[in-house]
């Protein structure tokens, strides 16, 4: 089974108006391959867009793309011959109630964004105030309220079961871009794989000049992501130089990778991740740990050894893999070359998935 494409057919892929963030350049990349390899009419539909504050929709690290885009939908386009592809947060799928016609597909981008995507202000306001409280009497907060954390997904997972979503009912069609995510909302039908290539092209063209000899002992990593943990292997390993990726800007990211060893992991992955992915091309070993789709080896096509459980017992065992890499860095290297083909193949493969998905009709 396909998504047929007729020779007037428009698809219109629609994303937040004025936001740069991993799943707007999905969105961009998708309208853009559309085009330009499969010759279909493909245009962004910029959703939630304030002319007061912006003349353009689109955000300036995606105007390299060149989209067409529109920023409202009308009568003329809600036919069934069009197609419409929305995220999976809750104002992508909540555009699909406003269409009877047009054939309606969603793209899952992450697992957990769908879940997160639900909480409200009412789900913030208890925790909050009871943190403000506990601050003001014991000088710290009681709840850890980390929206990120497996704790609060649980509970969101039993909130919203993604089956009695009656909006999801409407589409006709689903996408998921991770291997975690096929199985996760298996019960949606028809679902098509289509996972993406995040990489900037940036990073595998400087792969290409890799100097390996100018590596130092230096380990990389995101303070956004699973920072709880992380801090306890930098306490933990007090001898080794741990260098944060924050408020770098692009180039300064590509510096860093090129000169450290190793780059480590420990958030939740909802989907492949692209900074892993960055610093496997330019040369670091990469160590992650199991949570979201860092479990599943076609999501993260690392060998297992380099995966760990977040749990203090593990931090020693890390903290070795870390020297060790360090003390026996080209044989490590070469541990991650299936990791860096997979990477280096993953946008004409991207291209491939499109065209078993959409299929082109002489009529």
């Given amino acids: 089974m396909s998504v047929k494409i007729y020779p007037n057919t428009n698809i219109f892929i629609a994303c ?6 991993g799943g707007p350049e999905l969105l961009h990349q998708l309208t853009y391959h559309l085009r330009k390899d499969l010759s279909i009419h493909a245009y962004m539909y910029y959703y939630n867009f304030d002319d007061r504050r912006f003349e353009t929709p689109v955000h300036p690290e995606y105007k390299m793309y060149g989209n067409p885009f529109v920023t409202n939908l009308n009568e003329i386009e809600d036919i069934e011959k069009n197609i419409i592809i929305v995220p999976e947060v809750r104002d992508g799928i909540n555009l699909l109630q406003h269409f009877k016609n047009i054939r309606r597909g969603v793209w899952f981008l992450s697992v957990d964004n769908y879940y997160l995507s639900q909480l409200t202000k009412k789900d913030f306001f208890i925790p909050r105030a009871i943190n ?35 909006l999801l009912k409407l589409a006709n069609f689903y996408m998921s871009n991770s291997y975690r995510g096929l199985k996760w909302f298996s019960d949606l039908k028809p679902m098509y794989y289509l996972p993406d290539y995040y ?44 260098v944060p990726i924050e408020n770098m800007k692009r180039e300064e990211v590509i510096n860093l990778l090129k000169e450290a ?52 017992e593990n931090i020693p065992k890390i903290v070795d893999k870390i020297k060790d890499c360090f003390e026996n860095f080209e044989d490590r290297y070469k541990d991650f070359e299936y990791y860096r083909q997979i990477i280096k193949n993953e946008p004409q493969k991207f291209i491939e998935d499109l065209k078993k998905i959409f299929i082109k009709l002489e009529k």
């Fill in 16 to 21: 937040p108006a004025n936001t740069a963030t």
């Fill in 132 to 166: 403000k409280i506990a601050k003001f009497l014991f000088g710290k907060p009681l709840i850890n309220f980390d929206i990120t954390s497996e704790e609060i997904l649980k509970k969101l997972v039993e909130k919203y079961d993604y089956i009695k979503d009656p």
């Fill in 261 to 312: 060893k190793v780059y480590i992991d420990f958030g939740h992955f909802p989907g492949p991740e692209r900074i892993p992915k960055e610093a496997a091309m330019l040369g670091c070993c990469v160590i992650t740990g199991k949570r979201g789709s860092a479990s599943f080896f076609e999501d993260v096509p690392i060998p297992n050894e380099y995966k760990f459980e977040d749990r203090e």
């Fill in 199 to 242: 990489v900037n092209i940036r990073f595998i063209e400087e792969s290409y000049a890799l100097n390996l000899n100018s590596k130092k002992n230096i380990v990389a990593y995101n303070p956004k992501k699973g920072y709880s943990f992380t801090k306890k292997i930098i306490k933990f390993a007090d001898d080794i130089v741990f």
